[in-house]
């Protein structure tokens, strides 16, 4: 059964700690992976989309990696605006089911 | 302005009174999808459809049921609602494949059964 797992699940960084998130999965034939950032309230927001092994991607303070096991969400420098619960999902292999994982709770204090 | 809109945004209802909440796109995408969202659970997706007349289940379809008659609508069906279905509902739409491409989802519904 295809699996998405984060951590840690909430996770308070003084303004301009930088950290990492992380999300690990267990997919056969892995087809990508997501990250959206949710506020409170909101729907969530895509941020990235990652194809394959190797691949970075970038915006303002996020930056994105992808493994053959894993996804990290690093954050540098963040300010208190990037509070949100940030969420990974993976598409399923022969399907157009998506699964997310459970998001990480990010705060920031000033 | 390109968005989804869920109506209602909130509900309050009582057990075995069936409801619609709707959902509806204004960018022409071809997939559309609901899930929900429970603590602890994380988002969850219950059906999927690729195009008009093209549905599917997501990991949670039991109890709901959904239509694709236009491709700009896919109205969410609870013929027979549980308090177990008491939960945040999201309907978000993709370009095409929503599972490589991103979604846009809308604002929300939150529904509470009695």
């Known amino acids: 059964e295809d699996q998405v797992t984060q951590s840690p699940e909430a996770l308070r960084l003084q303004e301009g700690e930088s950290s990492s998130l992380n999300c690990s999965y267990t997919v056969s034939g892995l087809r990508g992976l997501f990250w959206y950032r949710q506020d409170p309230g909101k729907g969530p927001e895509f941020l990235f989309t990652l194809y394959s092994a190797g691949e970075e991607k970038e915006k303002e303070r996020l930056k994105a990696t992808l493994t053959k096991k894993e996804s990290f969400l690093h954050i540098t420098a963040p300010k208190p605006e990037d509070s949100a619960t940030y969420l990974c999902?993976?598409?399923?292999?022969?399907?157009?089911?998506?699964?997310f994982g459970t998001g990480t709770r990010l705060t920031i204090i000033p | 302005e390109a968005q989804v809109t869920q109506n209602p945004r909130y509900l309050i209802t009582v057990t075995g009174k069936k409801l619609t909440v709707t959902c509806s796109q204004n960018m022409n995408h071809e997939y559309m999808s609901w899930y929900r969202q429970d603590p602890g659970l994380g988002l969850r997706q219950i059906y999927y459809s690729m195009n008009v007349e093209v549905t599917d289940k997501g990991d949670v379809p039991e109890g709901y049921k959904v239509s694709r008659k236009e491709k700009r609508n896919f109205p969410l069906i609870l013929e027979s609602p549980s308090p177990n279905q008491t939960s945040l509902y999201f309907c978000?739409?993709?370009?095409?494949?929503?599972?490589?491409?991103?979604?846009?989802f809308g604002p929300g519904t939150r529904l509470t059964v009695l």
């Open positions: 999902a993976v598409p399923h292999f022969g399907n157009e089911k998506l699964t």
């Open positions: 978000a739409s993709s370009v095409t494949s929503g599972s490589y491409n991103e979604q846009f």
